[in-house]
């Protein structure tokens, strides 16, 4: 028989306690991860170690906590340290009821701006026909890598040098319903009354669960559905320098005839009366500030709307 260690009471209380440490250190950097991956809001963290002071999140130091929150650093962990009056070993479940209040109402207000930065992420840009609505997102797909164009998928054709997954996903009309379907469109519309157009919803929730900025260049159905789906989303309305100026570019492009070219101009000018139920109207006078003027208001985070012009 193997020799059995016989462990005397105080010993076997160390041996327990020191498991019973690891594995409550174990749980307060299972629970920093999970704040800092914003799997869970560091204000519950805050309102469970308030709740429970021996519990895991009462046993985190404010140092721990605080940099476990995004963008929290240890060149500002000194600074809001301070600021809120608490020294960096303090556990959360010890501190008193006015640093409490002081680091409850810093995290909250941080998790509202946070909320607030992230609505203006998706930005729809729309607009009548042949106001260049394609030409500033390419403008900007070309000149501002950081901002996510999404790709539609349609039941159209291609043109000449159109390529797949870049300018559309071009699909037939089984497939179009297939993704209806499986709820895979953020929003779907039949655009001049021929091809059917939509949104893919994957790439856009990837997107922004990444924090990254996203543009769709939609028509005014589409925005609608956009806007019922999300309201956090920015509407952008591309306007013309002047309703001539809209015809010349109609005509200009040359990829309607006369018939079809009256059929768009009269759905223009009901589109233009939608201009109201945007958040900001942009004037396309030259395609680079017309872009830049779009990427402006996607960078504007949490800005109010305001009209643009
Ligand atoms: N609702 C919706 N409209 C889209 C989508 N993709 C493109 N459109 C719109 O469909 C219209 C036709 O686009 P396109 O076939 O490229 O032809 P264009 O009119 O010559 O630019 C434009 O008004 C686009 O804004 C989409 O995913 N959803
Ligand atoms: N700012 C601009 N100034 C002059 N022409 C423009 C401008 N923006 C777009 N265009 C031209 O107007 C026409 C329509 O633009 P397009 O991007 O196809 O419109 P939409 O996608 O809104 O239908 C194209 O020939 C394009 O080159």
Redesign the pocket.
Known sequence: MPEQTVRTPPEVDRVAASRAAVEARRARAELKNRVSSGAISALTVLDDAFADPDGVAGRMRATDFLLSVPAIGRTKLTRILEDLKISPAKRLGGLGPNQRTRLHDFIADRESKNRQHKRSRLIVLA????????????YIRENYPDVLLSVSATTRKPRPGEVEGVNYFFVDDAEFDRLIENNELLEHATVHNASRYGTPRGPIDEALARGDSVLL?IDIQGARQVRAAMPEATLVF?LP?SWD?LV???V????EDAEERERRLETARHELAAQDEFDYRVV????A??AQEVVDLIKTRGARPRRAV
């Open positions: 607009g009548p026909t042949a106001v260049g609505k394609g030409t500033v997102a390419s260049e591309l320098p100026e010349r570019r109609l200009g492009r040359g990829t396309n006078g030259t395609v500030d017309a």
